[in-house]
């Protein structure tokens, strides 16, 4: 499973390198999806808001997060970024793959 689980993060990694693999967010599993959802509720809906739903005005929408630049993304939830802390010590780089595969899915509306 770990495997599969780097295999499946890897294009979106390495996308900005390669161009040629398919557009990011719309490669994971609905496992990744639920279990970023289940990550996100933990640790990103007390500001973000459950289901992302919020209004937008003094927090970040997520529902409006462009789903094809997963490296802006990784680098906001891992530096932090104005009013929102660095989850760069409370989150493995998986956690916030599967955030990802949420987020960049629209909470798996757009899962293909
Ligand atoms: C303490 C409240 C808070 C928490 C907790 C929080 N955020 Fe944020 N988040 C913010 C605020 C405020 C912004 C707007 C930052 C700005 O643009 O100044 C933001 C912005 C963002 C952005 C957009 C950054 C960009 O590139 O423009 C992303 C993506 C994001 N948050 C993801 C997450 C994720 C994923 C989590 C959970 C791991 C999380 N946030 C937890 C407050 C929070």
């Not at 970023?36 to 997060?65: E, P, W």
């Amino acid at each position: 499973m770990r495997v599969l689980l780097a295999l499946l993060v890897l294009p979106a990694a390495t996308l900005a390198q390669t161009g040629s693999d398919p557009p990011a967010g719309l490669r994971f599993t609905a496992e990744q999806i639920e279990s970023g959802r289940a990550q996100f509720h933990r640790t990103c809906a007390q500001c973000h808001g459950r289901n992302m739903v919020n209004s937008g005005t003094t927090i970040y929408d997520l529902r409006k997060f462009p789903v094809d630049d997963p490296e802006r993304f990784k680098h906001s939830v891992t530096e932090g970024k104005g009013n929102m802390p660095s989850f760069k010590e409370a989150l493995t780089p998986e956690q916030v793959s599967v955030l990802w595969a949420y987020v960049g899915t629209r909470g798996g509306k757009e899962l293909q």
